[in-house]
């Protein structure tokens, strides 16, 4: 199997003519662009590229729950670990000297030092495991189909086309799955991290890479359609368990801890992990060519938003997080009326039930009881990652606004009531007619901060698949590898967004009070 | 109208009302006086349920109120109630508090139940109000636009809880008008009150509450002037009385003349005499040592109409004005000018002093 993976860097050389350093390891020859070259490692003097030697007093960073992660934790002790979630933010935490390396997969390491120049590559691969496909424990009888397949793939060599055109030409002629499509063909739940290319990316909206190809010929073949969820590497081996996906494919290293909890395909890939550093000023002889503030800008404008029309999916992004917004907060104002009512009921029961309630929901994160619903609560039920997020945000908004209800009921002078009943008003009529109009004027003012603070929770949903508008600027930035202008269009958005619903619960509110 | 039976009520283990009997007919007009904690507003409050009594029996209109049957709220719409702190529905404006009764209980239009609510604000005198929010009104208006909402209601009794408690003294006799001119057109009132001579003036019959009961019942006339029981005799002569107790050279000066100036409004006393009161106190409190403290006590006869004051201090102080020594002259004339008699005299260890004032015309 390694020698798949020379065999592939050394055509890779070949895409970076004149880079070429002869005195180099020979396997890392062909990116040599990027990769540091000896005689251009300096000693730490701030001029040069950090060479390794001080690895391990050093601040490596690495991604969450991947093989570079538990290695850098078993050889590198003294060395301080943090971990990401997106190679993005890795490489942010590079630049801004956060950390000194960055461990990640070569492939990626590739692509990422191709879009920053100021990015170098170590020459040293750390481990040389092979990636497979994960399935969920039990089900042999899918492996052993999926293995035919692979073997199959290997044998006549298409397998090795296919990460050749991968790792060379970007998938090539390669255009979305052949897989049959039909209402009656079986769906193939797979669990992707669509964020490292090329082995899986977005790419026109679409999720594309090495291992759909791969994911999606072996379905093919077995009879079956690949249905993708995209969610963060830390989390795919719990969709696999919960079974909300009964794959994942995301350039998954085979190694012994993963195999307690998930059954390995035959592998099909070698990528080495490889250290990602900050390139010293001695080696920045490239000059960006943007230059000018207005045309870096307007190029980051082009790379983020326009090619392969990736507005659409800030646009998709956009209608998610206004669907979970809105709806939650109608559903979680109306539970939290109920919740409301229960608290203030002078039944113990009753009482004690909704304090109960109230206070779980506010002492657990919210990202916590995201995870917990939906992949616990809810993981059988088969409930879109969409419904699970209203259903979260609104359980947490009933919590918070049953308590502002509540508070705001119990402002209002218990001398109003007393002056309904005794002209005759039942105690319901007096609650309609004299309380709520009270105690809804005294909730508006934090009942919209409420509303405004929910909206920018729910850019946590993207840790249960769903598509919101963080989540979107997370796979632009995947591809783009531009750190800052996807979060600073989003940010905007979400400022704006925030700004009109301030202005929509104004609105309601003078309405409300006028008409009285 | 009103008929209450063996009316009891309990606060947890603190017995409020003992044994209250009652019998209120049409047209009567009640005060309910007596000192702070004898459960006087709980009396009325019990009457219209906002509290709940724990034992009795309260019939309006031969409708025992208590049975399980009754239609409290239906009950409720016959009697009116003004509080002490108003409680007018602050989101709504003078005009929608008193029509939201009409519209929402009587079925009324909004164009019937806007005219009627005119009236009553012309007849309470703030009809220029209409369209503003409570919180824009003074303390006497916003009562005197409670008294309007109870009236739109058109309740047979209206149950008043220390309607001018809350006042400051000027906006009290804006509200004791309102008051006296539907005592003029024959309402049933039960009035709980502080202002005795509110009470004396308007009342029909005059309850005094103490121990839990009804202490004594009478007319205005014998109540105030011929007290039948002991404890309404002390709370009469007490009712004319200002104590006030000082305790060092540092004592609070202005406390005491606001106590004054509200004991002489009360009493109705002239601007002249209230100056006169003032000055006099002042004075004293100039010429006689502070350091062992003193009580001090304003004390008007109605029978007489004289105002008299009492000083008492330690025996140890000794004689100040009958003294040989010669005190702050200029104070001396000030208060010789302004009594009719002093005494001077040792009672057992005390020393008291006894002023008496001059009438002004």
């Known amino acids: 199997m390694t020698t798949h993976i020379i065999g592939f860097l050394f055509l890779l050389a070949t895409l970076f003519p004149g880079c070429a350093d002869k005195d180099a390891e020979p396997n890392y020859t062909a990116a040599s662009s990027v990769v540091a070259s000896e005689k251009n490692l300096a000693k730490s003097d701030g001029r040069g590229m950090k060479d390794g030697s001080d690895l391990e007093t050093a601040r490596i960073g690495a991604m969450t729950g991947t093989i570079g992660e538990f290695y850098v934790e078993e050889h590198f002790l003294d060395a301080k670990h943090l971990l990401f979630d997106d190679i993005n933010d890795a490489i942010v935490a590079l630049r801004s000297r956060q950390v000194d390396y960055v461990i990640t997969a070569y492939t990626t390491a590739l692509l990422a030092s191709r879009h920053n120049k100021d990015i170098g590559l170590l020459p040293k691969k750390h481990i040389n495991e092979p990636a497979a496909v994960a399935v969920k424990k039990g089900n042999y009888e899918l492996v052993e189909k999926m293995n035919a397949v692979i073997h199959r793939m290997k044998e006549d060599g298409s397998l090795e086309d296919l990460i050749e055109r991968w790792l060379e030409q970007d998938g090539g002629d390669y255009d979305g799955p052949k897989n049959p499509a039909g209402a009656d063909v079986p769906v193939l739940k797979v669990g992707v991290a669509a964020n490292r290319e090329p082995m899986c990316f977005v790419r026109d909206n679409k999720i594309v890479g090495l291992d759909c190809e791969l994911i999606e010929t072996i379905a093919a073949d077995i009879g079956m359609r690949v249905e993708y969820m995209d969610m963060k590497f830390s989390a795919l081996i719990n969709a696999l368990e919960s079974g909300r996906a009964e794959v994942i494919v995301s350039n998954f290293t085979v190694t012994e801890e993963r195999r307690e909890k998930v059954l390995f395909t035959e592998d099909y890939f070698t990528n080495p992990q490889i250290m990602m550093t900050l390139k010293g000023a001695d080696d920045m002889v490239q000059v960006d060519d943007a230059s000018g503030l207005f045309a870096k800008i307007k190029k980051s404008f082009y790379n983020n938003l326009i090619r392969e029309n990736r507005w659409k999916l800030i646009i998709e992004g956009l209608k998610a997080t206004l669907i979970i917004t809105l709806f939650a907060a109608l559903l979680g104002t109306i539970i939290g009326a109920l919740v409301c009512a229960m608290r203030m009921s002078r039944s113990h029961l009753m009482n004690g039930i909704a304090r109960v309630y109230i206070d779980i929901m506010r002492g657990t994160p919210l990202l916590v009881m995201l995870m917990i619903l939906f992949y616990v609560v809810f993981a059988s039920t088969g409930l879109s990652a969409m419904v699970v997020a209203i259903i979260t945000f609104a359980l947490n908004m009933a919590a918070y606004s049953s308590e502002m209800f509540r508070t705001s009921i119990e402002s209002v002078d218990p001398g109003q009531k007393e002056a309904g009943l005794s002209m005759g008003f039942t105690k319901v009529r007096t609650f309609i007619y004299i309380i709520l109009p009270q105690a809804v004027r005294k909730v508006i003012p934090i009942y919209k901060g409420e509303v405004i603070s929910l909206l920018k929770m729910t850019s946590i949903v993207g840790y249960i698949a769903v598509v919101d508008l963080t989540k979107a600027s997370d796979i632009i930035r995947s591809r783009t590898f531009d750190a800052f202008f996807p979060l600073i269009v989003v940010a905007i958005i979400y400022f704006i967004l925030s700004w009109l619903l301030g202005v929509g619960i104004d609105y309601i509110n003078q309405k409300v009070s006028s008409a009285k | ?361």
């Open chain 2, 1 to 361: 109208m009103i008929r209450v039976e063996h009316l009891k009520k309990n606060f947890g283990q603190l017995e409020v009302l003992r044994d209250v009997n009652a019998n209120i007919t049409k047209g009567e007009i009640i005060s309910i006086i007596g000192p702070s904690g004898t459960g006087k507003s709980t009396f009325l409050r019990c009457l219209n349920l906002l509290d709940q009594p724990s034992g009795g029996e309260i019939f309006i209109e031969d409708e025992n109120i208590m049975d399980k049957k009754a239609n409290v709220a239906k009950i409720r719409q016959k009697m009116g109630m003004v509080f002490q702190h108003f409680y007018l529905f602050d989101h709504l404006t003078v005009l929608q508090n008193v029509t939201i009764g009409p519209m929402k209980l009587r079925g009324k239009s909004k164009v019937e139940a806007a005219e009627r609510g005119m009236e009553l604000l012309k007849m309470v005198g703030l009809a220029e109000k209409a369209d503003a929010y409570p919180r824009n009104l003074s303390g006497g208006q916003k009562q005197r636009v409670a008294i309007a909402r109870c009236l739109s209601m058109d309740p047979e009794i209206i149950l008043f809880d220390e309607p001018t408690s809350a006042l400051d003294p000027t906006m009290v006799s804006e509200v004791l008008g309102v008051i006296r001119s539907l005592a003029k057109q024959g309402m049933t009132m039960v009035i709980v009150t502080h202002e005795m001579s509110f009470a004396r003036d308007v009342s029909t019959r005059i309850f005094y509450m103490d121990e839990g009961v009804i202490y004594e019942e009478a007319t205005p006339e014998q109540l105030f002037d011929n007290p039948q029981r002991e404890k309404t005799r002390k709370f009469i002569n007490r009712i004319r009385n200002l104590e006030y107790r000082i305790n060092s050279p540092d004592y609070d000066l202005y406390a005491l003349n606001s106590e004054i100036e509200a004991f002489c409004q009360k009493h109705f006393f002239s601007p002249r005499m209230q100056h006169n009161i003032l000055l006099l106190t002042e004075e004293c409190l100039q010429v006689v040592p502070l350091t062992g403290g003193l009580d001090y006590l304003l004390t008007y006869s109605e029978k007489s109409s004289q105002v008299s004051l009492e000083l008492i201090l330690p025996a140890s102080t000794g004689l100040i004005f009958s003294a040989d020594k010669e005190p702050d002259t200029i104070s001396l004339a000030i208060i010789n000018g302004l009594t009719e008699s002093l005494t001077e005299s040792i009672v057992d260890d005390s020393l008291i002093i006894e002023m008496i004032l001059k009438k002004v015309k």
